[in-house]
């Protein structure tokens, strides 16, 4: 080999040398950090699992680049604190339910869930295909934040109850824990609504501070041990049919990542968007029959009055909500025509299915 040849390969190997080196220090800067609070507890089933479960796939989908530091309630912010943590930028994200929001504006509720609303399949189609993540964004911009559906766990239960509930008149005066425009509701009717961190529910039912609480379903009830200090189980819940999780990223945050980095957080929400409603399923029948086998639980159903009544307090909760601004009736109106045709359609193929499969099947 010649001696030029020689100098050549050389300056290319100390080029390649080089470039690895200038290459490492590009990489480490394309490493994204993000601080993300829950407002749920660490390890919790279904809800604070599946926000771990979001926070490590986005990891496992960016290769590692993106690095979420996740904070369960309580371990950096407490739980209501996180839209402001948020919101602020001294973290990046937050999962959580939006309509612990409604204080900040009464459209946030509609975008977890609000009385005779949609149900998880619904919820889907009005988000994705009729409006509703664009009014999401436009309502979330004016507070400095990005939403993103991240969870569902579909038709809750009416409540845990220490009486029996026969009348509308045995909800006056009555304590009972239940967030968003359920416990608005629920105030129109005589009850003292209570917006609790499912963390504090239990202590303030057993101690007899509440009446009667919701939380989500057999599952997770029977993991808060409810049963223990209510035995009376009501359904099905009107005040959230499909109740959607989701997660809230600092607009600033959001914006300035590259259009293929969004569209990991896209795909990484939107899994878990559908896991989570999956485990839920698969999960709550068994918790049931545990609840009223085990451990004693009456399953009671709202009779008809009751209901009626539900809807009439509903609508008066409604008709404040649209005056509260412009935005917030654009979002209630879109959600209506949604509810109406969606559900025409649901009441055909769904519904009409499951009513006749279950009565072959005598289930």
């Known amino acids: 080999m010649k001696r030029r040849d020689l100098l050549k390969g050389a300056a290319g190997a100390a080029g390649g040398v080089a470039a690895a080196t200038l290459a490492a220090p590009a990489i480490a800067q394309d490493r994204i950090e993000i601080n993300m609070v829950a407002t749920w507890g660490r390890d919790f089933p279904g809800l604070g699992t599946g926000a771990q479960r979001f926070a490590s796939r986005l990891e496992a989908m960016s290769d590692g680049r993106m690095k979420v530091n996740y904070y369960a309630a309580n371990e950096r912010v407490k739980a209501f604190d996180s839209f402001d943590e948020v919101a602020s930028g001294n973290a990046q994200m937050y999962h959580a339910a939006e309509y612990y929001w409604k204080g900040k504006h009464p459209g946030f509720a509609y975008f977890t869930s609000v009385p005779f609303g949609l149900t998880y399949t619904e ?166 029959a545990r609840l009223v086998n085990d451990h004693g639980v009456e399953v009671r159903e709202f009779n008809d009055d009751i209901y009626d009544a539900f809807g009439e307090a509903a609508d008066e909760v409604f008709a404040g909500v649209v005056e509260h601004s412009d935005l917030a009736k654009e979002i209630h109106e879109s959600f209506v025509v949604a509810r109406a045709n969606i559900g025409a359609w649901a009441k055909l193929s769904d519904q009409a299915y499951v009513s006749q499969r279950n009565r072959v099947l005598g289930l």
């Open 123 to 288: 919820m889907n189609a009005w988000v994705r295909f009729g409006g509703g993540q664009e009014l999401w964004d436009k309502l979330s911009a004016e507070f400095g934040l990005k939403g993103l559906m991240c969870g569902n766990t579909g038709v809750q239960m009416g409540g845990w109850f220490r009486k029996e509930i026969n009348s509308v008149d045995d909800l006056k005066g009555l304590k009972m824990r239940i967030p968003g425009l359920g416990g608005d509701v629920m105030a129109k009717l005589g009850a003292s609504p209570v917006s609790l961190p499912g963390g504090q529910i239990y202590e303030n039912l057993v101690s007899g501070a509440l009446d009667a609480t919701e939380w989500v379903g057999p599952w997770n009830d029977e993991i808060m041990k409810f049963y223990e200090a209510a035995k009376y189980y009501y359904f099905p819940g009107m005040h959230e049919p499909g109740a959607m999780l989701a997660v809230g990223t600092n607009k600033k945050f959001w914006d300035g990542l590259s259009s293929s980095d969004q569209e990991i957080v896209k795909a990484a929400a939107a899994t878990e968007n559908d896991m989570m409603m999956s485990e839920y399923n698969a999960k709550n029948g068994a918790a049931l």
